[in-house]
T-cell receptor, first 109, second 118 residues
Framework: LAKTTQPISMDSYEGQEVNITCSHN???????ITWYQQFPSQGPRFIIQ???TKVTNEVASLFIPADRKSSTLSLPRVSLSDTAVYYC??????????FGAGTTVTVRA | ETGVTQTPRHLVMGMTNKKSLKCEQH?????MYWYKQSAKKPLELMFV???????ENNSVPSRFSPECPNSSHLFLHLHTLQPEDSALYLC?????????????????FGPGTRLTVT
């Protein structure tokens, strides 16, 4: 089971780029890396997923080095509404998914 | 609105009670999941129903009993719970191809049921 480790919290200001790194040293060959965002009183919401190198969508980028032992979620130009908890998920198969404990990102004006 | 609804949103129950949590998905997915989210702990995947068949998870106590009558509905039956079972219980759904791991798929989560066991 790939154990995932993330920073507990990060502070930022509006307009800045936020980078959150997740460590997953024993990631398996077939494991995917997925990031979710969660607001209070809501369930997690999918942000982005990748397997290797770089993936970009309309809200974020995901950077995965060649050894895949870590991954970095990049949120460009954050706004107050990006204040949330961000979770890294590593895994592929049933009951072998490993969520990180979450990173609370606080964006200030 | 993610297309996954859960009822009730809040539940307080005694240790001797029996209650059920309900989840419904309106996305046409063929896989549904129960997660437990406790304070200061990572999300724990409790049960997987894929193509209407349960994938067994022997690590979850028998006081939690899932039921999936069809691909749109999922229940979690609770009985003789302990105070440490107090948590947010989240339902999720996704599409899933036979034999493919669920980590490949984007999961859609409901808002959760906040359970307090007294």
């Amino acid at each position: 089971l790939a154990k995932t480790t993330q920073p507990i919290s990060m502070d930022s200001y509006e307009g800045q780029e936020v980078n959150i790194t997740c460590s997953h040293n024993n990631i398996a060959t077939n494991d995917y890396i997925t990031w979710y965002q969660q607001f209070p009183s809501q369930g997690p919401r999918f942000i982005i997923q990748g397997y290797k190198t770089k993936v970009t969508n309309e809200v974020a980028s995901l950077f995965i080095p060649a050894d895949r032992k870590s991954s970095t979620l990049s949120l460009p130009r954050v706004s107050l509404s990006d204040t949330a908890v961000y979770y890294c998920l590593v895994g592929l198969n049933d009951y072998k998914l490993s969520f990180g404990a979450g990173t609370t990102v606080t964006v200030r004006a | 609105e993610t297309g996954v609804t859960q009822t009730p949103r809040h539940l307080v129950m005694g240790m001797t009670n029996k209650k059920s949590l309900k989840c419904e998905q309106h996305l046409g997915h063929n896989a549904m999941y129960w997660y437990k989210q406790s304070a200061k702990k990572p999300l724990e995947l409790m049960f997987v129903y894929s193509l209407e068949e349960r994938v067994e998870n022997n690590s979850v106590p028998s006081r939690f009993s899932p039921e999936c009558p069809n691909s749109s509905h999922l229940f979690l039956h609770l009985h003789t719970l302990q105070p440490e079972d107090s948590a947010l219980y989240l339902c999720a759904s996704s599409q899933r191809a036979p034999g493919q791991g669920i980590g490949v798929y984007e999961q859609y989560f409901g808002p959760g049921t906040r359970l307090t066991v007294t």
